[in-house]
Nanobody
Framework: QVQLVESGGGLVQPGGSLRLSCAAS????????MAWYRQAPGKERELIAD???????AYVDSVRGRFSISRDNTKNTLYLQMNSLKPEDTAVYYC?????????WGQGTQVTVSS
């Protein structure tokens, strides 16, 4: 069992930045991969960024160049640095841990981009 707790969401103006954190209850170095998803009102949950155990990263086109995913194995924490935020980035952001045979999710953190 893995508990994931996201933090760092909030209200930000367009063009602003936020950094999301996801604290895991156990060592993350053993995870196959970790990822950030988001779900906007009325839309399906979508994968926006992931990072493998070796540190390889991937991004959906809509956030590439603006968002950066990273992990600190010493702190068992996953991060998402979000820059140049747009109103269309408004969503609940979820942390995901992939342990190959099972996945775990955090409870989500709300990000609202509005002036």
């Amino acid at each position: 069992q893995v508990q994931l707790v996201e933090s760092g969401g909030g209200l930000v103006q367009p063009g602003g930045s936020l950094r999301l954190s996801c604290a895991a209850s156990r060592y993350i170095f053993s995870f196959n991969a970790m990822a950030w998803y988001r779900q906007a009102p009325g839309k399906e949950r979508e994968l926006i960024a992931d990072i493998t155990s070796s540190g390889s990263t991937a991004y959906v086109d809509s956030v590439r160049g603006r968002f950066s995913i990273s992990r600190d194995n010493t702190k068992n924490t996953l991060y998402l640095q979000m820059n140049s935020l747009k109103p269309e980035d408004t969503a609940v952001y979820y942390c995901n841990a992939d342990l190959a045979t099972v996945q775990f999710w955090g409870q989500g953190t709300q990000v609202t981009v509005s002036s």
